[in-house]
């Protein structure tokens, strides 16, 4: 039988795991528009991890800034300038 | 760029590792989280927030985040909401000079031919109420349940982002979502938040009382105070109204900036080089 306890370190764990894949995913992501979305994914776990550390205010508030606000002024900032990190650089292909 | 990958990689590691180091010695105590007990200053917070006993330290609010928000600590909040709504005014300086009703004329060939297929847009209108309807309930319920102004209206904002999206900027315009409406929303916000941080020193000059700026509840020597009860409905006094002024405000400040970053940039460009003249 597992404890209350130990499930909620359990889920903390997990949601941390997942936001660490999260993030490292954003950041060596080359196409912009994808790393938003690992980006948004971070912050949905992150929300569950508020919520567990009994802070439902922030966890209110986390949800549509970091899923609906935050995504969506990234991708408007995206479609209007470039959407694959250093496309001119890179032209050629090269090494992924 | 396989070093750049392995340095992000370690980087994160570290940080992990550091991070675990600092948790199991002791950084934040040997307590599990979240802490079993309260510390003094919590446990003063959360004996006071609804307590009739105490009139003069009470806040008359279940919700003690919001009752610290707004009431103990109401002077920060202000600075917040100025911070936030600063920012607007720099993004509505960016943007000035650009009509957005002459570029919604200029671009008017019917709402249909616009925006995301016709399945997304039911769903959307569908949405919408629901959006609206919950984003109400965490603002007007931001004084008994946790939420509050920022908290409903930035989900609030997210019914004219889906529109802005899946219909287009054109459409919102055009049901008078415009920038000039949600200025007006925006300051009619900020005008509540205002008066009701004034509210009891108006009463006091009213009644000849003594009391203060930001006050809720009746303090020793100002006996001033915003009844926390409207009709045997609890409304916590001062928290509720701002609520309501901090959820209309957010709203229509996110909304704003979200009309004015869609703006098809070919149009704005038209504008700023001059070759259609207002």
Redesign the interface.
Known sequence: MIGL?TLTYLFMAVAGVIS?IA??LA??ENDLVKAVIFSALQSTVYTVIFYL??A??I???Y???SV??YP??IL??IK?TESTEGDLERSGG??? | MRIKKLLVLGSLIVLVLTLSLAFTSGALGYYPLPLPNVRMLAYWYLNTTLNPNYPLFTAMSPEAVTAIVWDYRGLDTLFETAVFFLAIVGALALARGVPLRKASDSVSNGDNSRGLSLICKTATKLLIPLIIAVSASIALHGHLTPGGGFQGGSAAAIAPLLVLVIFSVFFLLDRGVSEKSMLTMRTAGLVGIYLTALAAVLIGMLTGLNAYVFQNQPKLNAPVGIPALFFNALISGTLFFFNVSEYLAVASGFTLALILLSIPEEIVKRFISGEVHE
């Open positions: 306890d660490l993030t490292y950041v060596v550390l009994m439902p205010d966890a209110l508030v949800i549509p800034v609906g606000l969506a002024v408007f900032l209007k090269g090494s992924k």
